[in-house]
T-cell receptor, first 112, second 118 residues
């Protein structure tokens, strides 16, 4: 199973762009990269998923280099409400076999 | 929107009690999962199910069992609660490849059940 490494915590200010990088050196050919967001006392919420290059939705962008050994979640113009823990996961598309592993995540703190 | 509902947000039980945590999803998903979340350990998979009456052990099944009698409901059972089972329990559901079509492979989580065992 591909293990991921991401910073334990990050600080930012409102209006800034935040980039959270995740390393996954032993990603498998059929693995996807998925990011989740978790607020206190709530379950994680899906943000974005990709396989290669760049994926963008209304919430975030996901940048994946050609070697796929890392990925970067980009949050444009963060607000206080983006304060949360962000998890990077690598694994099968539908979590078949429960193979997705949630690590400790990155605790993002957005300040006024 | 998909809704995953966990029956209790907060529970306090005593050591040795039998505990039932219920989870219901309203989107007819085949896959359902039970995780526990503890500080510094992330989310760890306890059990999962990919069909009615089917179950598979996750990474930490000891001390737990599950039941899936209907597609929409997945129950986690602590046969004899212990203090080291004090935790946040999270239920999730997802489509299976057979169901998914153009959808992403995302997990939909409930709000969690915080269990304290005294």
């Amino acid at each position: 199973l591909a293990k991921t490494t991401q910073p334990i915590s990050m600080d930012s200010y409102e209006g800034q762009e935040v980039n959270i990088t995740c390393s996954h050196n032993n990603i498998a050919t059929n693995d996807y990269i998925t990011w989740y967001q978790q607020f206190p006392s709530q379950g994680p919420r899906f943000i974005i998923q990709g396989y290669k290059t760049k994926v963008t939705n209304e919430v975030a962008s996901l940048f994946i280099p050609a070697d796929r050994k890392s990925s970067t979640l980009s949050l444009p113009r963060v607000s206080l409400s983006d304060t949360a823990v962000y998890y990077c996961l690598v694994g099968p598309f539908y979590n078949q076999g429960g193979k997705l592993i949630f690590g400790q995540g990155t605790e993002l703190s957005v300040k006024p | 929107d998909v809704k995953v509902t966990q029956s209790s947000r907060y529970l306090v039980k005593r050591t040795g009690e039998k505990v039932f945590l219920e989870c219901v999803q309203d989107m007819d998903h085949e896959n359902m999962f039970w995780y526990r979340q503890d500080p510094g350990l992330g989310l760890r998979l306890i059990y999962f199910s990919y069909d009615v009456k089917m179950k598979e052990k996750g990474d930490i099944p000891e001390g737990y069992s599950v039941s899936r009698e209907k597609k929409e409901r997945f129950s986690l059972i602590l046969e004899s609660a212990s203090t080291n089972q004090t935790s946040m329990y999270l239920c999730a559901s997802s489509l299976s490849p057979r169901e998914a079509g153009d959808h992403t492979g995302e997990l939909f989580f409930g709000e969690g059940s915080r269990l304290t065992v005294l």
